[in-house]
């Protein structure tokens, strides 16, 4: 029947002259294969029962907030003033942090780039409670117009209040449309940037 010089078994049926070999399949694909089914319901149950694990964006935004405090603290606490608001206009990456921090609580009052909502249009020379630089942080720390701009003393660190008005500050002069024209009355110039 076969040349092969193993002579294989036959299962012993037949069909329209068909005969198969009987060959079992090994026992380790089989454990494998009924292993996997086992541990497909366990995880199934461990994933939707269990505590829920960190998620790549959430252990991302731990990391970055790790990362910040450790920077926080090499600078210390800021005081939120208007040398140190120009200092932190002149670093780049802190003024990046601040526009994150905007864009994570200012953007649905002031909208996005700071053209103006709710709040007044912030890119422009024209501002209701500013007079001076210092002045952007103190309206952020104590709010303005009876809570309508909330005060964030409570809500923000003092670095993030520093980094948020060097971001603030810097919007100035580009003036972008905004849906609400200008407000207030234009202000002298912020002072020019310390020389090092
Ligand atoms: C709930 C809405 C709201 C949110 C959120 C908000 N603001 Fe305001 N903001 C206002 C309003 C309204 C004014 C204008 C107050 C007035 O009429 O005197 C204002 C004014 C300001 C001013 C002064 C502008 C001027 O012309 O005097 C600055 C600076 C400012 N906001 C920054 C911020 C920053 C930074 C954040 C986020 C940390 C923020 N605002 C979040 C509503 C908001």
């Given at each position: 029947m076969s040349d092969s010089p193993i002579q294989d078994e036959l299962t012993g049926h037949e069909y329209d002259g068909i005969t198969e070999y009987d060959n079992p399949i090994p026992g380790w694909w089989s454990w494998m294969f009924f292993g996997g089914i086992v541990f497909a319901v366990l995880y199934?149950?461990?994933?939707?029962?269990?505590?829920?694990?960190?998620?790549?964006?959430?252990?991302?935004?731990?990391?970055?907030?790790?990362?910040?405090?450790?920077?926080?603290?090499?600078?210390?606490?800021?005081?939120?003033?208007?040398?140190?608001?120009?200092?932190?206009?002149?670093?780049?990456?802190?003024?990046l942090f601040g526009q994150k921090t905007f864009e994570g609580n200012c953007v649905s009052c002031h909208g996005k780039e700071g053209v103006g909502l709710v709040g007044p249009n912030l890119t422009d020379d024209h501002y209701k409670n500013?007079?001076?630089?210092?002045?952007?942080?103190?309206?952020?720390?104590?709010?303005?117009?009876?809570?309508?701009?909330?005060?964030?003393?409570?809500?923000?660190?003092?670095?993030?209040?520093?980094?948020?008005?060097?971001?603030?500050?810097?919007?100035?002069?580009?003036n972008k449309p905004g849906p609400r024209g200008e407000e207030g009355s234009v202000i002298d110039p912020w002072p020019a940037a310390p020389t090092e």
């Open positions: 199934y149950m461990a994933y939707q029962l269990g505590t829920a694990g960190t998620s790549v964006a959430q252990a991302y935004d731990n990391a970055v907030t790790a990362n910040l405090k450790l920077q926080f603290e090499e600078i210390g606490i800021l005081t939120p003033d208007e040398p140190t608001i120009l200092t932190y206009m002149q670093e780049e990456n802190w003024v500013v007079k001076r630089l210092g002045d952007v942080a103190t309206v952020i720390q104590k709010g303005a117009a009876n809570g309508a701009m909330p005060a964030w003393q409570n809500r923000l660190h003092p670095n993030e209040i520093v980094m948020v008005s060097a971001y603030v500050a810097s919007l100035r002069g580009q």
